[in-house]
């Protein structure tokens, strides 16, 4: 229903252009409505999964970029785009090129930095990217390496369905969780509309359960 739906609001963007355009005098498509889909509770990884994705990791640049997505939730083709140039390690903060050439800040945790610093360490080229091959001639990661990288730590820990874009989704949850403002979420990931923010996360039910028994009863 889903892909339906992605296909009537496809339809619906060309036919308002060409009615805007004059090119056509009414878009057939107008009372076609939204197609209702079933909303599912998305997976995230629990801090016992993220130990034992940390357990696995076998050396230090792993680590790095593991506590890097995990604390940023930056998307893995920004994090690929990464130089060194870009940390500024006494702010643990880095700008980060996202969707449509826009840049944001985002912020790592002191133990993201304590790795990054690590692996940096042990580098001996010259590239200017944060992360590189383990490997002569030590080129920089791309997007599918990082992917294989990350389901071959799921797969080693024996955590299901483990990918880049669900540790965006982990640190979102963990943030509304902790009481971060769903604004400050949504300027973190980079998402222009906040719906899309209210999707990537999930609230602990528990959480809830607790402050409707603060404030309502």
Known sequence: MVTIDNIRRTLSSFFAWLENEDYIVK?????????????????????????????TCSNVRDLAILELLISTGMRVGELTRL?????????????????????REVYFSAKSKMYIKKYLETRTDNNEALFVSLIKPY??????????????LGKDANINKVHPH??????????????????QVQKLLGHI?????????????????????????
């Open 193 to 217: 509309k906040i719906d899309t923010t209210m999707e990537y996360a999930m609230v602990n039910q528990n959480n809830v359960k607790n402050s409707y028994r603060k404030y309502i009863t």
């Open 83 to 103: 130089n060194i140039s870009d940390m500024n390690f006494q702010e643990r903060s880095c700008i980060v090129l996202g969707k449509g050439n826009s840049e």
């Open 166 to 183: 669900k540790f965006r989704r982990t640190m979102a949850t963990m943030a509304i969780d902790k009481g971060m403002p769903i604004e």
């Open 139 to 152: 080129n920089r990661l791309g997007i599918s390496g990082i992917e294989i990288l990350i389901r071959n």
């Open 27 to 55: 878009s057939p498509v107008r009372r076609i409505h939204k197609v209702k889909t079933t909303r599912r509770v998305k997976e995230t990884l629990t801090d016992e999964n993220l130990e034992k994705l940390r357990d």
